[in-house]
Nanobody, 121 residues
C-alpha cells in the first residue's frame, strides 16, 4: 500500500485543518489506519486511529479537538483538527497498522511522506 498525506499548512491558533491520507494498493476500510505526528527534536507520537469496523481512538492531547474518518469511495482517511494550538505544530504522518501496540509507531509498517502543520500563536 502507498499512502500520501496532504492538507497541512500554516495557520493561527484556534483555526482548523483537515489532513488527508490517500491510499492506493489497499482499501482503507480493510486497514487500521493511524495518524502520528513528530515535532522538531521529538519522537513520533500517536494522534488517532481508525479501525476497519469504524472504532476510533485519540491521544489525550487531541481528544475533543480531532476527528478521524474515512471516505471509502475516495479511499482516503481524514484527520480533522479543530482549535489548533501552537503545540500541535509538527509533521503529521498516516500509516497502516501491522502488529503490536496500537499507539506505538513501530507497530505500523507503511507510512506516508508527512505533511507539515504549523500553528502560530
Amino acid at each position: 500500500v502507498q499512502l500520501q498525506a496532504s492538507g497541512g499548512g500554516l495557520v493561527q491558533a484556534g483555526a482548523s485543518l483537515r489532513l488527508s491520507c490517500a491510499a492506493s494498493g489497499r482499501t482503507v476500510d480493510s486497514s487500521l489506519v493511524g495518524w502520528f505526528r513528530q515535532a522538531p527534536g521529538k519522537g513520533r507520537e500517536f494522534v488517532a486511529r481508525l479501525t476497519p469496523s469504524g472504532t476510533t481512538h485519540y491521544a489525550a492531547s487531541v481528544k475533543g479537538r480531532a476527528t478521524i474518518s474515512r471516505d471509502n469511495a475516495k479511499n482516503t482517511v481524514y484527520l480533522q483538527m479543530n482549535r489548533l494550538k501552537p503545540e500541535d505544530t509538527a509533521v503529521y504522518y498516516c500509516a497502516t497498522y501491522y502488529s503490536g501496540t496500537l499507539y506505538l509507531p513501530t507497530s505500523y509498517d507503511c507510512w506516508g511522506q508527512g505533511t507539515q502543520v504549523t500553528v502560530s500563536s
